[in-house]
């Protein structure tokens, strides 16, 4: 009995001993485990650290939108950029008050007088300020321009980060050239992310009297441009693991995902795009560390009735056709809307720019902009 507690006290100790030394281990690879999920913030307000700690803190701008044009003759209207992304760990107190400010999205719009152009709307910055810290800021994507004669309409810039020690550039909103008897919307840019420059729109282009329509941008690539020469074109938008694919007189594929899969759906098989019930947060894929688990892909492009929408971090395809073009997640670009008809572009998700949207006749409506967003997060 005595030899049966010593072996039972032995394992005990080697239990402990070894379940120790494997967490001090691993959290050497790691870096640590993140202590709690990131906390979301939508709107202005202040924010108390609630304990001494380093703080992962993330900020976003907001989306610019596109450009609205009704021509009987022709035009051409360019897409909004994606707002800026800045990020920085830092070590907060606890006390510390931090003022957050959040960017609005490029508003929504809609042309229906002839011969006119209205331009789109830049977005907003948002800042994170607190005392004895460096302010961070990222800037909101540019607005989307349109022209009513022959000439380019040049997409929105991308927002800017600075004051982090991640400071990324959102991407640009897709470019669109009229030259006679034709329309064409280029897509919006992806809010920044990360990992790098994000994804611009799709450029279009469009003549005898053909329409087209530029894919939106994803954290991955850029949209597909819209070329139309020989028929109506839409171009892809662009995913989280690529670019999307140009429609030339047709329409073009939408990015892969990070899997590689041509697939709006997340490396985890959800969909989350709209009001999808597997959302987490603001639709990113997790609450650790969400802004490197954007995983989605971008929609086909389409010349019948509508495009789909585009996954976490993706653009959705562009619009030649009557209908409405597909909206997207968290940080994709719309695709671009043009026809002969009334037609309708998307709403982005937060910090996506929104495609141009340009007829012949009708109404012309283009879609909301993403608003900006801040993100902290306890990682020590």
């Given at each position: ?61 907001g989306?610019g ?13 360019s897409?909004?950029?994606?707002g ?8 907060f ?45 990222s ?12 000439g ?6 991308g927002?800017?980060g ?12 897709g ?7 034709a ?5 919006g ?27 939106g ?23 989280a ?5 140009a ?32 959302s ?12 490197r ?11 019948n ?7 976490t971090?993706?653009?959705?395809g562009?619009l ?9 997640g ?31 006749a009708?109404?012309?409506v ?15």
């Amino acid at each position: 009995m005595r030899d049966y507690l010593k072996r039972l006290i032995l394992a005990a100790v080697l239990l402990c001993f070894y379940t120790t030394s494997f967490a001090s281990d691993f959290s050497q690879f790691v870096g640590g485990f993140n202590l709690q999920p990131a906390i979301f913030f939508a709107t202005s307000t202040t924010y108390t650290i609630p304990a001494t700690g380093t703080y992962r803190v993330s900020v976003e701008g907001g989306g610019g939108s596109g450009a609205a044009c009704l021509d009987s003759t022709g035009c051409a209207s360019s897409g909004g950029g994606g707002g800026g992304f800045a990020e920085v760990d830092q070590s907060f107190i606890a006390g510390t008050v931090l003022t957050i400010t959040i960017g609005a999205g490029g508003a929504a719009g809609t042309e229906s007088s002839a011969a006119t152009c209205l331009a789109g709307v830049a977005g907003g910055t948002s800042t994170i300020t607190a005392s004895g810290f460096a302010t961070i800021q990222s800037t909101g994507g540019g607005a989307g321009a349109c022209v009513l004669t022959t000439g380019t309409a040049t997409g929105g810039a991308g927002g800017i980060g600075s004051g982090g020690l991640n400071n990324q550039t959102g991407g640009a909103g897709g470019n669109a050239t009229y030259t006679s008897a034709a329309a064409c919307g280029g897509g919006g840019g992806a809010g920044g992310n990360p990992n790098g420059t994000s994804g611009a729109g799709g450029a279009c282009s469009a003549a005898a009297s053909y329409y087209s329509a530029g894919g939106g941008g994803g954290v991955g690539g850029i949209g597909g441009a819209g070329s139309a020469t020989t028929s109506n074109a839409a171009g892809g938008g662009g995913g989280a693991g690529g670019a999307g694919v140009a429609g030339a007189s047709g329409n073009g594929a939408g990015g892969a995902n990070k899997l590689n899969l041509f697939s709006t759906a997340s490396v985890d098989g959800f969909n989350r795009i709209g009001a999808s019930t597997s959302s987490i947060g603001f639709g990113f894929d997790s609450l650790f560390d969400p802004w490197r688990a954007i995983t989605g892909g971008g929609s086909s492009g389409s010349t019948n009735v509508l495009s789909g929408p585009g996954g976490t971090g993706a653009g959705s395809g562009g619009l030649a056709a009557a209908g409405s073009s597909g909206s997207t997640g968290i940080l994709g670009g719309t695709g671009g809307a043009a026809y002969s008809n009334s037609t309708t572009g998307g709403n982005s998700g937060i910090g996506g720019g929104t495609g141009g949207c340009a007829i012949t006749a009708g109404a012309c409506v283009r879609g909301s902009a993403g608003s900006g967003l801040v993100t902290i997060e306890r990682i020590k």
